[in-house]
């Protein structure tokens, strides 16, 4: 019925390739999840404050978060990538910088892969999905800190405890314990979501097998074998998650 | 008697619910006082009041002679500001943070911190808010849990704790803040069996001849208050209707309120 020949051959003849596009696509999620976790925990943390002094911060907050999880990923991926420079130097200059910032530390990975990076797209990428993830990290954040017993808060006040402190020592921890599974759902999505890089010509692991079909025509193992790698780097990272969630660090607070 | 801690005409409300109104409190130094009263009559919310877990509406709070906080007794005309930022009913006189250094407090939960051991729960304050180093933490820790009789469990997590022990932990927490002077405990007899009771007033009593501490002791016990007060207080109604030696408070109560709670209590026995 079918009589398609497979042929293997072609993913050793691109397993160079692969590995470039596979570095890629690792350092543009660990970018991604640095980032977007940084600035979405301090977005969350402010939407979460009760001082008045902060209401327009939380307006604007509110209008940030609500903005980016509205816009499917690829269309704020594309819109920051072809409209957003066009439209506004600032931004050009921004991505640019990302750009150089980046382009000196990832020389010595070998051509390929510092082509991958040092490419516009790959700063693009890095900051849309950064963007995109700091939004959902906020919401996180912000039923994490919510979620915290007032009790433990009213404990940490009574012990002399600035805000501060408090937010160091008893806030975040207890956030970060209580929304663990919720922030790795994130990053896996996240991982996943680096595919989208490929539709604006960053040559991450999926753009890599659209060159390496193109030149070869066996785009059916080269598929496979993307499905392939995509599983072999998640599934160890989501089994590390779930040992994570039962070591005594973190069910303690269970 | 120089009085330490001055309250006075405190008033409190959470939103329409007027909890406390005209409280006034006066605590000298070293001296044991137990407020006594009804269920939600504002007991907690007073001792709350005194280290600016809440803040007053009403009435001002001294500590040593000087202001602390005053309440404005109504709110402020509002105006287009008070959209953004809405009118507060007090005025703070001193930086909140250092002010409860001063107060230790054992609450009616415990409120101890569930991620981090006993040892831990009781060096966070000391390392962190008084930059003590942390060896030296762990040795007044380790002080602070022989003197509440549970050096032994240091390692352990509070909810591997029964409900008496982790009270006497909380107690430990407090004293090592040594910056503390005044302790406030609520309702610390409320959830222990009578042998327990009566180990917990030994410990009371203990502390304060060893530690000359200042304690305030909101109970429903009033033989525990009996025992260990110097003076008992009655709250009513959101204001303090009786004060006194325990001995004459009891044996002669004034206001109709004080005698039904006595008499309430006896039937119960």
Redo the contacts between chains.
Sequence with gaps: MNDYVWDWEVVRRYSPAFRNGTIVTLLLTVIIIVVGTLLGTVLGVLQASTR??L??IRWLVTAYVELLRGLPVLVFLIWLHYVAPQSSAWLYNAIAAIHDLLRPHIGKLGNAIMNGISSRAFATAALALSLNLSAFVADIVRSGVTSVPR??V??A??????SW?RLR??IL??TF?ASLPALVAMYITMFKFTTLAAFIGCSELLNTVFTAGNSSYRYLELYTMLAAVYLVVLLPSTWCARRLENTRWFR??L | MKALLRAVGIGKSFGAKRVLENASLTVNKNEVICILGASGGGKTTLLRCLNLLEYIDGGFIEYAGHRVIEGNGKSPRRSWKSVIVPPKPFRLLVSEDEYRRRFGVVFQSYNLFPSKTVVENLIEGPVFVLAMKPPDARALARSCLEAVGMADRESALPSELSGGEQQRVAIARALAMQSCEILLLDEITSALDPPRVASLLGLIKKLRQERHLTMVIVTHHIDFAKDVADRVCFLDGGTIVEEGPPADVFSNPKTPAFKAFLEAVQASR
């Design positions: 008045p002094a209401k327009p009790p433990l009213d404990a006040k009574s012990l002399g405890m600035g402190l020592r008893v921890p207890e314990r303690r607070s």
